[in-house]
T-cell receptor
Framework: QKEVEQNSGPLSVPEGAIASLNCTYS??????FFWYRQYSGKSPELIMS????GDKEDGRFTAQLNKASQYVSLLIRDSQPSDSATYLC?????????FGSGTKLNVKP | DTEVTQTPKHLVMGMTNKKSLKCEQH?????MYWYKQKAKKPPELMFV???????INESVPSRFSPECPNSSLLNLHLHALQPEDSALYLC?????????????FGDGTRLSIL
């Protein structure tokens, strides 16, 4: 069984701050990592994908991957109340996606 | 709006009913997935179709029966469901089963079993 661990939160940050979301995974073979955002009652929405060690930036979002430490993170800069949601880390192993339990983020105005 | 379309959005059915959930994508994706998601939990994989063939069944009870009539369509046939089967059912697709391809989710069908 592949394990993907996330802190369930809630993580509360003030508007304009940086939110840092973390994820660890158990399988060293996995090569593809994804962050999804899920609003309450809605379906998961892909935010970022990352495959190589280091940082990948897209707008206010930065994904960081460290395969040696089996660690992937998501930074959200200039957090907005509309970023309040549950963030799911997903790790792909062949044709299966393993999801973490999600971190609930609250951005306070 | 997502490019994976699921119908119906809501479904209420009795335990003796037979119904079907439908999923459609026109992105040319060759892998399609069914997930079940309970409140405050992550999606749980049920089935994976790759090139219209069932490649993974995560020990799902036989009261759930998947079908992939063609590369754009995925159905989930429901029969004799239990109250604990009430959940959000998500369909997803990916370009293929190569490692680098992400999944894209539909909006889901919220299923309630009476």
């Amino acid at each position: 069984q592949k394990e993907v661990e996330q802190n369930s939160g809630p993580l509360s940050v003030p508007e304009g701050a940086i939110a840092s979301l973390n994820c660890t995974y158990s399988d060293r073979v996995s090569q593809s990592f994804f962050w999804y955002r899920q609003y309450s009652g809605k379906s998961p929405e892909l935010i970022m994908s990352i495959y190589s060690n280091g940082d990948k930036e897209d707008g206010r979002f930065t994904a960081q991957l460290n395969k040696a430490s089996q660690y992937v993170s998501l930074l959200i800069r200039d957090s907005q109340p509309s970023d309040s949601a549950t963030y799911l880390c997903a790790v792909r192993f062949f044709n299966k996606f393993y999801f973490g339990s999600g971190t609930k983020l609250n951005v306070k105005p | 709006d997502t490019e994976v379309t699921q119908t119906p959005k809501h479904l209420v059915m009795g335990m003796t009913n037979k119904k079907s959930l439908k999923c459609e994508q026109h992105m040319g994706h060759r892998a399609m997935y069914w997930y079940k998601q309970k409140a405050k939990k992550p999606p749980e994989l049920m089935f994976v179709y790759s090139y219209e063939k069932l490649s993974i069944n995560e020990s799902v009870p036989s009261r759930f029966s998947p079908e992939c009539p063609n590369s754009s369509l995925l159905n989930l046939h429901l029969h004799a469901l239990q109250p604990e089967d009430s959940a959000l059912y998500l369909c997803a697709s990916s370009q293929d089963t190569k490692e680098s391809q992400p999944q894209h989710f539909g909006d889901g069908t919220r299923l309630s079993i009476l």
